[in-house]
């Protein structure tokens, strides 16, 4: 069975620090590329952050959390993380993490149920 469980979220000061974990299950994790995606009340859907499942392999950043959110994977722990730093209000979401796939029978995409990040005084 797939899955993909977030953790991590909760309360974060501006300024603060938070990091998300992404564990994954029922599939071959090293294969898929990972995203972290989040929603705020009222918006839609962003990228935050992806990295490619190939070794070395590349990210990509949303503007909006360049040089503060890092993204990394642990292929042998079959999980993601996403370093939350200089935490902005505006960072307040919930935040979803993403496994996709395009193999030769079609492409696979996996979501997770998604930690709400609050950012707050």
């Known amino acids: 069975q797939v899955q993909l469980v977030e953790s991590g979220g909760g309360w974060g000061q501006p300024g603060g620090s938070l990091r998300l974990s992404c564990a994954a299950a029922g599939f071959t994790f090293s294969r898929y590329d990972m995203r972290w995606y989040r929603q705020g009340r009222g918006k839609e859907r962003e990228l935050v952050a992806a990295?490619?499942?190939?070794?070395?392999?590349?990210?990509e950043y949303g503007d909006s959390v360049k040089g503060r959110f890092t993204i990394s994977r642990d292929n042998a722990k079959n999980t993601v993380y996403l370093q939350m730093d200089s935490l902005k209000s505006e960072d307040t979401a919930m935040y979803y993490c993403?496994?996709?796939?395009?193999?030769?029978?079609?492409?696979?995409?996996?979501w997770g149920q998604g930690t709400q990040v609050t950012v707050s005084s």
């Open positions: 990295m490619i499942a190939t070794p070395g392999g590349s990210t």
């Open positions: 993403n496994a996709l796939r395009l193999g030769k029978l079609g492409i696979n995409n996996y």
